[in-house]
């Protein structure tokens, strides 16, 4: 401890200020993971499982988790397995971009699932926003340079101005 102490005077609500801005400025440059979902049937038909298979594989590319659903009507809760096996063969069809984040479960009448997007396709995707984040930034601080010398162009000229 120094001798004698030391200390600062500072204007506090200078100090939150910078503080409320480097806080908003971390929370820009944060990737936000979403968890979409994609909703089944177990008699689905094989256009509609690959439509929805699709949507699954671009929520994973864009670095989102993907919840599946299965929904069981009526008797349907009775063939489990048909469930079952239509959620392999997601797990199947995504295994490139995806891995099994939870494992396929009941919950009532529905069975679902979780997919995250395997270590390689969420790097990518955090590189893609970090670029998009950085060229809006970007584009931003060369915006107000460029609308003042508009503005000024534009301004008619009024009696007194040549």
Known sequence: MAKPPVCKI???????YEEKKRASEAKKKQVVVHLKEVKMRPKTE?????FKVRNVKRFLEEGNKA?????FRGREI????LGQALLEDVIKDVKEVGVVEQVPR??????????????KVAQRARDLARQRAAQQEAEKKAEPATTTAAAAAKAPAGPGRV
Request: negative net charge; without cysteine.
């Open 106 to 119: 009941m919950e009532g009448r529905q069975m679902f699932m979780i997919l995250a997007p395997n270590p």
């Open 46 to 50: 094989e256009h509609d499982y690959e």
């Open 78 to 81: 009775t063939h489990k397995e």
């Open 67 to 71: 919840r599946i659903t299965i929904m």
């Open 10 to 16: 500072m204007d506090y609500g200078r100090f939150k």
